[in-house]
């Protein structure tokens, strides 16, 4: 499973609005005061400190980065992977190679995991579909990718949160290869990349701020 967020975005227009509203207000009293040139560098001061707080709060959120992967038995509702709809009972789930970044702390190969039964591949949520190491993912959805008699690909989108971190959003991929009757072998994993958050909120400041520098210069 691929997991790739943007969480911190949503406070980008946040930021943009309270620079012009901060810049407003100086601008305004920049008519009537005698010293126009200070006025514009308290203006750039409290932009420059908006920006500062924005990205402190992006930088120390605990956002999951990392894989998690795993490998088990489950039972389909169909003997054929062509018309399988879903997982009836899962059996025998661990986590496997690899594993990687935040993860690591807290899962090893072989590490225990315990999967939702009844998992459809176009369902809407599931809460959560697996815990393993003191993580869970919540899933969002999932829709069949690829599906033949000989295999079977089903990707999802959905929230990785435990262990003290913030929630992360993230995607997911289960596949299904080979089985006997109703029980299939599978592989699955869960991965949280970084997606950039901090640097593209620090580019709209960066924006933000010219904004202000340049409406500051006209006047």
Request: net charge neutral; glycine share 12%.
């Amino acid at each position: 499973m691929l997991f790739s967020g943007f969480p911190g975005m949503a406070f980008a227009p946040v930021l943009t609005k309270a620079i012009h509203l901060q810049l407003g207000e100086s601008l305004t009293e920049s008519k009537t005061t005698t010293t126009p040139v200070k006025t514009r560098s308290y203006s750039m001061l409290s932009a420059s400190v908006l920006i500062a707080l924005a990205l402190s709060s992006a930088a120390n959120a605990a956002f999951i980065s990392g894989l998690i992967s795993f490998d088990g038995h489950a039972t389909l509702d169909n003997t054929n992977l062509a018309l399988t709809t879903k997982v009836v009972t899962w059996s025998g789930v661990e986590a496997g190679p690899p594993i990687t970044g935040d993860f690591v702390a807290f899962v090893s190969d072989h590490t225990p995991a315990v999967f939702t039964d009844g998992w459809v591949f176009t369902s809407g949520s599931l809460t959560p579909l697996w815990t393993c190491g003191g993580f869970s993912f919540d899933l969002v959805s999932s829709a069949v990718q690829y599906q033949t008699s000989q295999s079977l690909v089903v990707n999802g989108t959905g929230t990785v949160r435990g262990n003290g971190f913030d929630p992360t959003f993230g995607t997911w991929d289960f596949s299904s290869q080979t089985g006997s009757g109703t029980a299939f072998r599978f592989s699955a994993s869960s991965a949280v990349p970084d997606g950039g958050t901090t640097m593209a909120l620090f580019g709209f400041s960066l924006l933000g701020l010219y904004g202000v520098r340049r409406k500051i210069g006209t006047r």
